[in-house]
Every structure is written in C-alpha cells, then in structure tokens.
C-alpha cells in the first residue's frame, strides 16, 4: 500500500497531541504556573500580572481543543473501522451494524431498543451466549414459545 501524505493539520495535531499529552508537558505547565504564582508580589499582583496568565491560558485552551478534536476524530475513525472490520467477517454478526455512527441518535435510540430486547429474550433463555443477532433471537424465541404452547394441550 503507497503511502500517502498526510495534510499539513493533521501531521501537526498528531505531534500536538502527544507531546502535550506527556508528563514532561505537565510539568512544564505547571513549573510556568508557578513562576507566575511566586513573581505576583514582584509584580504587586498587578491587573497586567493577571491578564498574562488569562490571556495565555485562554489562546491555549482555544488552540487545543481543536488539535484535541482532529485527533479524537481520528481515533473514534479508526475504530469505527476496526469494528466495521470486525463485524463484516464475523459469520454471526449482523452486518446492518457496519457504519451505524451515520444513524441520526433517533435511529440509535431505536437500535438500543433492540438490543434491549435481544438481552431480554437471552435472559429468558438463561444463556446469554445462545444468540447472536435480533434476528435469531425472535426467530429462536418464537420456535420456542411455539413448542410450549403445544406442550401445554
């Protein structure tokens, strides 16, 4: 597989992300808080002492969450492909589930449902291992309920 450039934003937020995610980043952070803390007497504790820590803290804080979302994009991307992987080569997996992160929460919610029933009808069962997708488990459940309904005449 060729390898491809990637865009001058993301190659910047990747190394963003993991310098300012490490220890030595924290304490730097905290070495120049304090610094600030101990030249406040120097400075008489002054409106301009204030507004270097304010402001610096604000533009970073702005700047960062957009690094920190490219990189949660990124992330949240790949998994959503690992799992897609995942469950289109699985034989018991359902492959209506591949690309669900498209659904509107909506249609989520409507899923959950779903799945709320699958883990009732499992636990009825008494294996929650037994089935695998909504499908099976109505089917399962209805071949079921059939057989007991004619065991009971």
């Known amino acids: 597989m060729k390898k491809r450039k990637d865009p001058f934003f993301e190659r910047m937020s990747t190394k963003i992300t993991a310098l300012t995610g490490s220890s030595k980043a924290f304490v ?4 120049i808080i304090l ?3 101990v030249t406040g007497p120097l400075f008489k504790y002054s409106d301009t002492w204030q507004l270097v820590i304010n ?3 604000t ?23 690992k799992l897609n992987e995942l469950i289109a080569t699985s034989k018991q997996a ?13 249609e989520m919610d409507v899923l959950h449902k779903y799945y709320q029933k699958l883990s009732e009808l499992s636990k009825a069962e008494g294996d929650i291992h037994k089935s695998h997708s909504i499908d099976a ?13 004619g065991d009971q005449k």
Do not use: P
């Open 137 to 149: 488990a109505l089917n399962l459940h209805k071949i079921k309920k059939l057989n007991n309904s």
């Open 35 to 37: 610094i600030w803390v």
């Open 55 to 57: 402001t610096s803290t």
């Open 59 to 81: 533009i970073i804080t702005f700047l960062m969450v957009f690094v920190i979302q490219k990189s949660q994009n990124k992330e949240s991307k790949a998994i959503q492909l």
């Open 94 to 106: 359902s492959n209506r589930m591949v690309d669900i992160e498209d659904l509107t929460e909506l």
């Open 28 to 31: 730097t952070a905290f070495l």
